[in-house]
C-alpha cells in the first residue's frame, strides 16, 4: 500500500504549489519523510522490547489513518482552481 500511495502523494503536492517551487518542495517533503522513516524501525524494536511486537506493528496501523485526517483537513481542495 505504502508504493501505491507514493503517485497519489506526488500529484496532491503537484498541485499546491507553482511552477517555480514545485520540484523542490516536492523532494523537501519527501526528502524529511524519508529522513524521519528511517527512524521506525528502532522505535518498533524499542517498542517491541518494552511491550509486545503486535502492540508495536499497530502503531503502524493507527499512523495511516491518522495521516489520512491531518492531510483531508490541512490540503486546500484545487478543483476548479486554475494551476501554474
Same mark, same amino acid.
Given at each position: 500500500?505504502?508504493? !501505491?500511495?507514493? @503517485?497519489?502523494?506526488? *500529484?496532491? &503536492?503537484?498541485?499546491?504549489?507553482?511552477?517555480?517551487?514545485?520540484?523542490? %518542495?516536492?523532494?523537501?517533503?519527501?526528502?524529511?519523510?524519508? !529522513?524521519?522513516? @528511517?527512524?521506525?524501525? *528502532?522505535? &518498533?524494536?524499542?517498542?517491541?522490547?518494552?511491550?509486545?511486537?503486535?502492540? %508495536?506493528?499497530?502503531?503502524?496501523?493507527?499512523?495511516?489513518?491518522?495521516?489520512?485526517?491531518?492531510?483531508?483537513?490541512?490540503?486546500?481542495?484545487?478543483?476548479?482552481?486554475?494551476?501554474?
Amino acid at each position: 500500500m505504502v508504493n !501505491g500511495m507514493m @503517485g497519489g502523494y506526488g *500529484a496532491v &503536492i503537484a498541485e499546491n504549489y507553482p511552477s517555480e517551487a514545485r520540484s523542490t %518542495a516536492e523532494n523537501i517533503i519527501f526528502g524529511t519523510g524519508r !529522513g524521519l522513516s @528511517g527512524f521506525g524501525p *528502532a522505535i &518498533i524494536g524499542y517498542l517491541a522490547i518494552g511491550g509486545s511486537l503486535i502492540g %508495536a506493528m499497530s502503531l503502524v496501523f493507527v499512523i495511516y489513518p491518522i495521516a489520512l485526517i491531518f492531510m483531508w483537513f490541512t490540503v486546500p481542495e484545487t478543483k476548479g482552481i486554475e494551476i501554474d
